[in-house]
């Protein structure tokens, strides 16, 4: 089973960038894709990004493209969300996921889940 934490959330003024970091343990992460979302107060969790198990494959929400990078390293078990010209509604809860059953955009279709890290982007 695969447990999952993500951290490197924070207060970062508009414009500001970020690095999420989601680190893997048990299971088989290396076999997984893994996906990022995001949920703000009073709103649905939004898909922001997935990255197949190799890297090779890798989709955007429309409204993070250009500005977010996923990526991973399977040595480290660990996904990176770099966020770049972040803007106050990007702020949210953001969570990493794994063992997509279906659709890589959908939370439904995501069997596990980590805790959350908070980013705020100020005006």
């Known amino acids: 089973q695969v447990q999952l934490l993500e951290s490197g959330g924070g207060l970062v003024q508009a414009g500001g960038s970020l690095r999420l970091s989601c680190e893997a343990s048990g299971g088989t992460f290396s076999n997984e894709p893994i996906g990022w979302f995001r949920q703000a107060p009073g709103k649905e969790r939004e898909f922001v990004a997935v990255?197949?198990?190799?890297?090779?494959?890798?989709f955007y929400g429309d409204s993070v493209k250009g500005r977010f990078t996923i990526a991973r390293d399977n040595v480290k078990n660990t996904v990176y969300l770099q966020m770049n010209s972040l803007k106050p509604e990007d702020t949210a809860v953001y969570y990493c996921a794994a063992d997509p059953d279906g659709s890589w955009d959908r939370p439904a279709d995501y069997g596990f889940w980590g805790q959350g890290t908070q980013v705020t982007v100020s005006s």
């Open positions: 990255i197949s198990w190799t890297g090779g494959t890798i």
